[in-house]
């Protein structure tokens, strides 16, 4: 008989490349989105549990969203920017959409001189109102989308506590730990079976055994 031969694969790299940067849990709005959300082709799609995150997987549904920033002012502005600086760039944008509506409100009625309760209607607040309702929507469209996008990165890190396996990796990185640290922060990290998958534990290994100088071949 025969036997079965498989061809060996060579891979060739370049001497710039850093396979650590490849692996890390990045901090910003676009990694996150991508590493956690699987975005593909500017778009994502994500589970939206009508009744929260602990609602009957019957009730869980998928929303679509696209991501473009010749169109997204907040996406253009914050791709880049660390996840906690966008989620308060989200309160940030929240509270200027009610301060808005709270604007348009008022310029459509105001007190009658004559009466001290009736409110009747100003046409001319009336016609700025409706020209400021196509704005006002797309602002509401735009931060209920990052609101929703904001909200299921911040399940995923929680629930996988990636902040923590950022700050190590980081440390790692940069080789400001010392080995000792080092290695008793990764077994910690291995060893909790209950945050982080197999997937997050391995990229740490892979950071530390490419960061690490001289790794005793035992570990």
Request: hydrophobic share 35%; proline share 5%.
């Amino acid at each position: 008989s025969t036997t079965s031969f498989q061809r060996p694969v060579l891979i060739l790299l370049d001497r710039n490349v850093d396979l650590t940067v490849a692996c890390h849990h990045a901090w910003t709005y676009q990694a996150l989105v991508h590493d956690l959300l699987g975005m593909r082709l500017n778009k994502v799609t994500m589970t939206d549990p009508s009744g929260g995150q602990d609602a009957p997987l019957s009730l869980h549904g998928t929303k679509s969203y696209d991501l473009d920033s010749l169109h997204d002012p907040f996406w253009a502005e914050n791709v880049g920017s660390p996840f906690p600086k966008v989620a308060d760039e989200v309160e940030l944008r929240i509270s200027k959409y009610k301060e808005a509506v709270e604007e348009v409100n008022r310029s459509v009625h105001h007190d009658h001189p004559g009466a001290t309760e009736e409110i009747i209607p100003n046409t001319q607040g009336l016609a700025t109102a409706i020209s400021s309702l196509p704005e006002l929507t797309g602002q509401k469209r735009m931060i209920d989308m990052h609101t929703n996008i904001a909200t299921a990165l911040l399940h995923e890190i929680k629930e996988r506590e990636l902040d923590s396996y950022t700050s190590l990796e980081e440390d790692l990185m940069t080789r400001s730990i010392s080995p000792d640290k080092a290695k008793a922060a990764l077994m910690a990290r291995l060893a909790n079976t209950e945050k982080g998958c197999i997937e997050d534990k391995l990229r740490l290994f892979i950071i530390y055994i490419f960061s690490m100088d001289n790794v005793p071949a035992g570990d």
